[in-house]
């Protein structure tokens, strides 16, 4: 591998720095991404390359942890942190990344003791050459999908959806997730110019209107980034914006939760006018520099202000409710999701979204539509919630979604009428992004 043999001490040291801020610091990794000057350093092979170790190592924590336990042959994590998290990276890179096993070991050596962890060089050395025997077998004896979901999040699957479902969402959330693209002047399979676009960027058409690369590229390289002719978007949530009924233009819609501007563009690009609100002004930062790229903001105002409390000083039409939430159906691009949520988060993001979901109701005109949508894969999340908000609240009716709304994709209409997709819906082109959407009409 090339990108390993450019610099490899500074990028596995960089991953370890990284893993160790998720795994011990309960940090998110892109929010680390962002603020580790070492990683912004390196150049773009390096980059790439560090980030692969440290996303793998966290989709593969539980099969990386076992096989550590095994070498080790003792029940008690190794430590400090620093040490653990050294050996979790380079079983990854040895397992999982087809590394020489001589250069992951050189490497690992090297980090230890630049890492003033000299007395526990031998120690390191002998683990990841036995695993370097002994790994292939191992592996083979590991159920994958259980191993490295976490047993609160298993379980919480199979009460939604079954057993051999929940193994389907366990297994389909260990691939990585493909990257998609949104058109800000089409978002219809069937438009003339979505085929130029698709050969333009070496992308296939998903029947629901996005684009996907078929390879991973550098994003402000590729044509049209510059003209903010597109942004990209996960195909999964690109859907909710599209499902408002009839023609947009000229109406006004608040998207609650609104950065980093996603839904909000595409939005203003059908020709809606959108107020976007959102409590954090750093995540807002985003959203402003994502219009002006994309030249949509004259069609939007923003607010910072939590969206369970603000109030719009003029008259609106419709809302999306992109809530806050676990984000477990994101898992395959946010592997770091599984190790920093626990089942408190979920308890707490329900009393979030119940919020948001009362005042954006309160604000929502008679006849008015609220788009609902969480990007986690648990029913008290999605199903639970609009089921309790729909009983508590008479004047709320469902506008079932239909399968011509996206793009015949019928597979992802529950029996209700909502939108539910699993991270292996339209697993032969790479998956999606788990996502729930509810459609409700204000009477």
Request: glycine content about 6%; proline content about 5%.
């Amino acid at each position: 591998m090339t990108d390993a043999q450019h610099n490899p001490i500074q990028s596995r040291q960089v991953a370890l720095d990284l893993l160790l801020s998720v795994l011990d610091k309960k940090q998110p990794l892109d929010i680390m991404l962002d603020r580790n000057e070492a990683y912004r350093a390196l150049d773009q092979r390096d980059r790439a390359f560090t980030r692969m170790i440290v996303s793998t190592t966290l989709r593969k924590l539980g099969q990386i942890d076992d096989l550590i336990r095994r070498a080790a042959t003792q029940s008690r994590p190794p430590s400090p942190p620093a040490l653990y998290c050294l050996l979790r990276l380079s079983v990854c890179q040895i397992c999982f990344m087809d590394v020489p096993d001589y250069a992951v070991v050189d490497s690992a050596v090297r980090l230890a003791e630049r890492n003033n962890m000299v007395r526990q060089k031998g120690f390191v050395n002998g683990l990841l050459r036995t695993i370097g025997r002994e790994w292939k077998d191992w592996v083979k004896k590991q159920d994958a999908g259980k191993i490295n979901i976490p047993a609160w999040l298993l379980k919480y699957w199979i009460a939604d959806y079954g057993l051999r479902c929940a193994a389907e969402i366990a297994l389909a959330s260990q691939s990585e997730a493909a990257t998609d693209i949104t058109l800000k002047q089409t978002h219809d399979p069937a438009a003339p110019d979505m085929q130029h676009w698709a050969d333009m960027l070496d992308a296939t058409i998903l029947p629901t209107g996005s684009l996907r690369l078929h390879q991973p590229r550098p994003i402000p390289d590729l044509h049209g980034f510059d003209d903010g002719d597109w942004w990209v978007q996960d195909a999964s949530s690109a859907l909710p914006a599209t499902l408002f009924p009839g023609d947009i233009r000229g109406s006004t819609i608040v998207d609650l939760c609104a950065a980093p501007g996603g839904k909000t563009a595409q939005l203003a690009a059908q020709g809606a006018n959108v107020i976007a609100v959102d409590r954090s002004a750093q995540r807002l930062k985003r959203l402003h520099e994502n219009l002006e790229r994309l030249k949509l903001g004259d069609h939007v105002h923003v607010e910072t202000a939590d969206g369970s409390v603000w109030k719009p000083q003029q008259k609106i039409d419709h809302i999306l409710v992109d809530a806050p939430c676990s984000a477990t159906g994101t898992i395959r691009r946010h592997p770091d999701v599984m190790h920093l949520r626990d089942i408190s988060d979920i308890e707490r993001m329900q009393k979030a979204q119940q919020k948001l979901l009362r005042n954006a109701w309160d604000m929502l005109p008679i006849g008015g539509v609220m788009i609902y949508c969480t990007c986690s894969l648990q029913h008290a999340e999605g199903e639970h919630q609009i089921t309790a908000f729909l009983d508590a609240n008479k004047n709320a009716r469902r506008l079932p979604v239909q399968a011509a709304e996206l793009g015949d994709l019928s597979e992802i209409i529950t029996p209700d009428g909502d939108v539910r997709v699993l991270p292996q819906t339209l697993t032969t082109t790479g998956g999606m992004d788990g996502f729930y959407i509810a459609r409700l009409q204000k009477s």
